[in-house]
């Protein structure tokens, strides 16, 4: 499975993204989709995630108020939206697919990642 993130770029503090994440090369509506972040010189955190069907999400606590992840199967696509942006959502953001199975904010539970879209708020 090939993951392809777009949609990151400069924006101003207090204004909203929307991340996109094509899928290609796999039964995209048989894995559950997740997204992850790295700020500079910090690790890979969680941010949310969705279950193949739709379904169910589940969200890293700090966030769950301003973010939403979406996905539409009949597309191959997932989607991260992103409200009230500030400067410490600067970083570099990743799509990543896992099996079927219990929603995980765990990196060694997804198997496929996509090269990251760099989003950046000015304050």
């Known amino acids: 499975v090939q993951l392809q993130a777009s949609g990151g770029g400069l924006v101003q503090s207090g204004d909203s993204l929307r991340l996109s994440c094509a899928a290609s090369g796999g039964s995209f509506s048989s894995l559950n989709m997740g997204w992850f972040r790295q700020a500079p010189g910090k690790g890979r955190e969680f941010v949310g995630a969705?279950?193949?069907?739709?379904?169910?999400?589940g969200y890293a606590h700090s966030l769950k108020d301003r973010v939403a992840v979406s996905r539409d199967n009949a597309e191959n696509m997932v989607f991260l939206q992103m409200s009230g942006l500030k400067s410490e959502d600067t970083g570099v953001y990743y799509c990543a697919a896992a099996p079927k199975g219990w929603l995980s904010d765990k990196e060694a539970s997804y198997t496929y990642w996509g090269q990251g879209t760099l989003v950046t708020v000015s304050s």
């Open positions: 969705i279950t193949w069907s739709g379904g169910s999400t």
